[in-house]
């Protein structure tokens, strides 16, 4: 499967942007799609998964700030990500799992090429 993240940019604090990943060429919705992001220096960290039955998996320190959201009918993920801070900067990927969502890296087979997000303070 082919994923195509979009929607960064730069960002003023406090904005509300949303984020796409489209996935092509393998049976969406067998997929957890995931969100990682990773910060200049910094490891990749999970942000939000969501599976094909439908569940989601949030970071703790990101549930509340950050919902995910999918359309299997257009095979489209969606981080809408509110209230942002200048620590919110990385790049953001999509990832999909055919063995579910889980936080780890590791547990995701295909990647995106990642979108950046800049919030300015």
């Not at 960002?11 to 949303?18: L, Y």
Request: charged share 15%; with cysteine.
């Amino acid at each position: 499967v082919q994923l195509q993240a979009s929607g960064g940019g730069l960002v003023q604090a406090g904005g509300s942007p949303r984020l796409s990943c489209a996935a092509s060429g393998g049976t969406f919705s067998r997929y957890c799609i995931g969100w990682f992001r990773q910060a200049p220096g910094k490891e990749r960290e999970f942000v939000a998964a969501f599976s094909g039955s439908a569940s989601t998996l949030y970071s703790d320190s990101m549930k509340g700030r950050f919902t995910i959201f999918r359309d299997n009918t257009k095979n489209m993920v969606y981080l809408q990500m509110n209230s942002l801070k200048p620590e919110d900067t990385a790049v953001y990927y999509c990832a999909a799992s055919r063995s579910g969502c889980y936080h780890s890296t590791s547990a995701y087979d295909y990647w995106g090429q990642g979108t950046l997000v800049t919030v300015s303070s």
